[in-house]
């Protein structure tokens, strides 16, 4: 049983006893309400108990809006892992860089915990059936939560959610209806046929239990960066939690930040986080509409009627109110806003999938471009500590991703036509293997910036590579390999970087490779005009994630 919790009105401060279908203030009818607990009881409740109970999301029930949490409910729901991403944060040189891994969820995002914790409190009320509006992942948690739950689900899509995501929601046994129209109207829509049926509606973010639910992201990561970065918490000792810098998410309607926000403010007045940290909610480009108003300096969101943007999860035109509470929470707490174009989202899924093995959705890869965006812009520092929330699956936008030539084929004769079978097979083989791709030295004596250079490339398409870790050995491979392209480190013990293109220079075979130098330090005078006229490209080391590198290295090769 957990202890009390009340619903605060955020207009008049009315409080009232929390039930799902009252979803206005009785006092002044504003929707906008909170829910509000007994936080000295839960703390002393989780001091005594949390740290024996699963990793998962009724392990915070204590502060989620449900008496009395039905286990036969649950999927798993919560308790996702925490994975920090190695290879991007020193390409990015910001290596404190965590995924919060929502795709293990058990519909693959985030909202998972949104229908875990509002299927449970309509349960305990006893409601049967219930309309949700949608732009895809929504309905589907609901969904799978629904037909365990036993209540039926009226799922209202727009017409552009991908028909794999709309044939999920009906496999659960949903009603799909597909509304041609924006997911602004669809959300009308489906209000009007909630209220003409009486029937319990979704209201995004203004669900106490769908906001309720995502606090338990930031519940989750600041006990799992203590847990990571901490000592160790022992047994007597208070808890103590540990908060990130920044907390970065692609945003629609918002309510993911808004719920994770509400978290850390919970924690810090429980005294089990030091600070809150900064939110950065990142929009799509066509569909920005919190973006522009928060760049322009506005107090309310002008709605973009016609969304022009292929991420349809993220297609909120009109955010309403959730722009005003977004906003509060950054200027009172830190963080900005920023838009990135499906182009650059599409580009960070590809980079997070080939560098860490992380296969998200577009809506996740606007979080990692604009990720990518605010450290350029030094927004974000390199010694911060950074969350992005990542789910989905790739799959629907692989298309779009990879282009037309993504696999080798390997054709084999029709054995009426072949003698030897065997030899066919070969002949097929051979044509596959990668000696096609562009060759590229990289020369340095260090191996971190060999790995660096290698997975910045290998990020961004194929090359076959060969690496040397000394000037001497520079020249051999050099010569022996011929490669199309040479980067090379200036500052090597014995033969160094101008050693090398001396004796690049000196041979017929290696005098055309081009090269280019990438160099720690400011080149004096004397050595830059040394390079002057025998090399391509100079860059400063700390470059390598600019553009600029992989422009330069595409224009070489050409
Ligand atoms: C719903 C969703 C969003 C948008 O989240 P809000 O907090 O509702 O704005 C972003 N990314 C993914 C993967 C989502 O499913
Ligand atoms: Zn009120």
Redesign the pocket.
């Known amino acids: 049983m957990s202890p009390s919790f009340a619903i605060k009105c955020l207009d008049c401060g009315h409080t009232t006893s929390y039930f799902p279908t009252s979803t206005s203030c009785p006092r002044c009818n504003s929707q906008w309400r909170e829910a509000e607990y007994d936080y000295e009881s839960a703390l002393k409740i989780w001091g005594e108990q949390i740290s024996s109970r699963p990793f998962d999301l009724w392990r915070y029930r204590e502060l989620l809006p449900v008496r009395n949490p039905q286990p036969s409910l649950s999927l798993g729901e919560g308790g996702t892992p925490l994975i920090q991403a190695v290879n991007l944060g020193m390409m990015l040189g910001c290596p404190n860089i965590y995924i919060k891994d929502?795709r293990q969820g058990p519909t693959t995002?985030?909202?998972d915990r949104q229908a875990a914790v509002t299927i449970a409190a309509l349960k305990e009320a006893g409601i049967t059936e219930m309309v949700a509006a949608s732009?895809?992942?929504?309905a589907i948690a609901y969904s799978a939560y629904a037909a365990r739950a036993g209540i039926k689900l009226w799922a209202f899509v727009t017409s552009l959610v991908p028909a794999v995501k709309m044939r999920e929601i009906a496999l659960y046994g949903s009603q799909v209806i597909k509304v041609t129209g924006s997911y602004d109207q669809t959300k009308q829509v489906a209000a009007e046929f909630a209220s003409q049926r009486g029937l319990y509606q979704d209201m995004?973010?203004r669900t106490i239990t769908s906001v309720e639910a995502?606090k338990t992201i930031a519940y989750e990561i600041s006990e799992q960066l203590a847990a990571l970065l901490g000592p160790l918490p022992q047994s007597g000792r208070p808890l103590t939690w540990k908060a990130p810098d920044w907390y970065v998410?692609?945003?629609?309607?918002?309510?993911?930040?808004?719920?994770i926000a509400k978290g850390f403010r919970e924690l810090k007045l429980m005294g089990l986080i030091d600070r809150i940290p900064a939110i950065a909610?990142i929009q799509a480009e066509g569909c920005a509409p919190m973006v522009e108003a928060w760049k322009n300096g506005l107090e309310s969101a002008i709605p973009i009627a016609s969304p022009r943007t292929h991420i349809e999860?993220?297609a909120?035109g009109d955010p309403g109110r959730?722009y005003k509470l977004l906003k509060k929470q950054v200027d009172e707490f830190g963080g900005t806003f920023e838009s990135v174009s499906d182009e650059e989202a599409f580009r960070a899924m590809h980079v997070i999938a080939k560098m860490e093995g992380i296969s998200?959705?577009p809506?996740?890869g606007?979080?990692f471009a604009g990720l990518f965006k605010l450290i350029r812009q030094g927004v974000i520092k390199p010694t911060d500590t950074v969350v992005v929330?990542?789910?989905?699956h790739t799959m629907p936008a692989e298309q779009f991703i990879l282009g037309e030539n993504w696999a080798r084929s390997v054709v084999l004769p029709s054995r009426a036509k072949e003698e030897t079978p065997q030899e066919g097979l070969l002949a097929a083989l051979n044509q596959v293997a990668p000696d096609r791709f562009p060759r590229i030295a990289i020369v340095d004596d260090s191996p971190e910036a060999r790995r660096l250079i290698r997975r910045i490339l290998q990020s961004q398409g194929n090359f076959t590579i060969y690496e040397a870790t000394d000037g001497k050995q520079a020249i051999d491979v050099i010569t022996r390999e011929l490669p199309d392209l040479v980067v090379l480190d200036l500052m090597m013990p014995e033969i160094d970087g101008f050693g090398v293109i001396e004796a690049m220079k000196t041979n017929q075979e290696t005098a055309n490779i081009p090269v280019i130098v990438s160099t720690a330090k400011e080149l004096t005078s004397e050595e830059k005009s040394r390079l002057e006229g025998q090399i391509q490209t100079l860059l400063q080391k700390g470059d390598f994630m600019n553009d600029e590198f992989l422009e330069e290295v595409r224009s070489l090769l050409k």
């Open positions: 929502e995002s985030f909202k732009t895809g992942n929504v995004g973010a995502m998410q692609a945003i629609s309607g918002g309510m993911g930040p808004i719920g909610p999860t993220l909120t959730a998200m959705e809506a996740a606007v979080a929330n990542c789910s989905g």
